[in-house]
């Protein structure tokens, strides 16, 4: 079975500081992670994707089969950054709905 | 560019009262589509997928139900709504099967408040 889990339902750093959103995963087949966020008043939106292997944001994010993470890394976060962030896991393939399990989310507060 | 439309934005409902939320997707054909609820503390659940007209998977059984009248609309319905059913719905959707991006793009989403 599929399962995301994201430990930490709020994380507050100040401004400047890095930040570690974890992400770890459950599945036995080939995974396709992603990570999406959620801004103040805003749709919920693709921030990246781990075959994309980009930074977005200056967020960054690599997937360790080994520790079955995903962990969102930024070093220096910004107030701007503040949001719901979402882990999801997708199966790249024998995925008929090509369905995303999506972690429980985890709040990111920057303070000033 | 592809839309995805839902409507209405806000929605009180007393218990009991039957439901019916809209989502429509513009600029893109066969589209797969999915409902979900977010739930304040539990993230975000999926409750409805379709791949084609007429095509429903229930992920979680529940009260509500789920229809698909068009190659690009999508409908979430309840007869009789419960306290439970308070949430936020998001509809999303993504290219067919044979789109290379997996990538899901959601609406605006609905706030229902069920009293």
């Known amino acids: 079975a599929q399962r995301v889990t994201q430990p930490e339902k709020l994380l507050s750093v100040f401004k400047g500081a890095p930040v570690e959103l974890k992400c770890n995963y459950s599945?036995?087949?080939?995974?396709?992670l992603f990570w999406y966020v959620q801004y103040s008043r805003q749709r919920l939106q693709l921030l990246l994707r781990?075959?994309s292997r980009e930074s977005i944001k200056g967020f960054t994010a690599d997937l360790n089969k080994g520790e079955t993470s995903f962990h969102l890394k930024k070093p220096f976060a910004q107030e701007e950054d503040s949001a719901m962030y979402y882990c999801a896991l997708g199966p790249r393939y024998n995925n008929a709905g090509n369905m995303l399990t999506f972690g429980g989310g985890t709040r990111l507060m920057v303070k000033p | 560019s592809q839309t995805i439309h839902q409507w209405p934005a806000t929605l009180v409902q007393p218990v009991g009262s039957p439901l019916s939320l809209e989502c429509t997707v513009e600029?893109?054909?066969?589209?797969?589509l999915y409902w979900y609820r977010q739930a304040a503390g539990r993230g975000l659940q999926l409750l409805f997928y379709s791949v084609g007209i007429g095509q429903i998977s229930s992920e979680v059984p529940q009260n509500l139900s789920a229809s698909r009248p068009q190659d690009r609309q999508f409908i979430l319905s309840s007869k009789k709504l419960l306290l439970s059913d308070s949430g936020f719905y998001l509809c999303a959707w993504r290219g067919p099967r044979d789109d290379p991006y997996n990538e899901q793009f959601f609406g605006p989403g609905t706030r229902l408040t069920v009293l």
């Open positions: 781990h075959i």
């Open positions: 599945y036995s087949g080939s995974p396709e």
């Open positions: 600029g893109t054909s066969n589209p797969n």
